[in-house]
């Protein structure tokens, strides 16, 4: 999570546009990958089939444009805005799962989803200013929903991939990237690269390859709580990262914002929702009991004494 923290600089550091770096990003990942899947022998027995490996596929064509609205996002908005926006990817896994496979919508989710949903008015941070004919900053925002959208989409789908080591389905994912995003690339303007092309090969290998690696190697030793709780490290990071690189900070009304998205994507992950305490059969509260009491006795209840 600390290594996502760092993408944001990597992404801008490199100058190139952002479907040049998604691009490159998946031939430096599939190079790392393939030889990592290749020296553990994960190719042998690994469990696709045809409808799993199109399932991984379909899920990669999400990935790989998620990375790309998200990079755009950064150079309309600023890496820690981005960040937390696109945070709001568990949301609209709940709301796809929903759409797509029925799945049910508990009256605590939508509390939360609500509580998700000021936060990220509060975070976007939008001015009169942001409203104008000329101003990008709206269009950056909606390019990290957009990226949160396709994050989700791919994520239900990749769910369905069971039996397959998710490092083959990574791999499947960056190789399906290259051709994907081969007519979006402007591949002459690697010429002027420079000293851009060694952050692109950090992104490939670091950022997609050893991340990569950690994180799957994690998700399988760790409970999903932990998870949860371990995954709000990113942005923080990305705030910190943006900080110290570029200066960018965000305003105190934009950090009232992000503990509520923080709030409601561990309250979604974590199946938090409020519990009220059920009163036993027969509780009579301490006042009412002293209130009886003291109260004077009728004849009736003088007649039920005696």
């Not at 490159?24 to 089939?49: D, E, Q, S, W």
């Not at 796809?96 to 049910?104: S, V």
């Not at 789908?157 to 389905?169: E, Q, S, W």
């Not at 994690?218 to 490290?233: C, E, H």
Request: a positive charge; proline letters at 5%.
């Amino acid at each position: 999570m600390l290594l996502s923290g760092t993408l944001g600089v990597f992404v801008v550091q490199s100058g190139a546009s952002p479907f040049n770096v998604v691009f490159f990003r998946c031939v430096f990942g599939a190079v790392f990958l393939g030889l990592y899947c290749l020296i553990r022998g994960l190719f042998k027995n690994h469990g696709f089939t045809p409808k799993k490996l199109g399932l991984a596929a379909l899920g990669g064509v999400f990935i790989v444009f998620n990375w790309a609205f998200l990079f755009e996002s950064y150079q309309a908005t600023s890496i820690s805005v981005a960040t937390v926006v696109y945070h709001t990817q568990p949301f609209f896994v709940v709301l796809l799962g929903a759409i797509l496979f029925r799945d049910k919508i508990t009256a605590h989710k939508a509390g939360w989803l609500a509580v998700a949903f000021i936060g990220l008015i509060l975070v976007a941070g939008v001015s009169s200013s942001d409203l104008r004919g000329g101003s990008t900053y709206m269009i950056g925002l909606g390019y990290a929903l957009l990226a949160a959208l396709f994050y989700g989409l791919s994520t239900v789908i990749t769910k369905r991939v069971t039996g397959v080591k998710p490092h083959l389905i990574a791999l499947v994912q960056v190789v399906l990237g290259i051709p994907l995003l081969l007519p979006f690339a402007t591949l002459s303007e690697s010429a002027h690269f420079g000293s851009g092309w060694a952050w692109l090969v950090g992104l490939g290998l670091i950022h997609t390859g050893v991340m990569y690696v950690l994180m799957y190697s994690a998700y399988q030793k760790l409970p999903t709580s932990k998870i949860a709780v371990l995954a709000f490290i990113y942005p923080a990071a990305a705030m910190v990262a943006d900080w110290a690189v570029y200066g960018h900070h965000i305003s105190w009304i934009q950090a009232l914002g992000i503990p509520l998205i923080v709030g409601a994507s561990l309250g979604i992950n974590l199946g938090w929702h409020p519990r009220l305490r059920r009163t036993p059969a027969g509780y009579e509260p301490a006042a009412a009991k002293a209130l009886r009491a003291e109260a004077p006795s009728t004849p009736a209840a003088k007649r039920t004494n005696g």
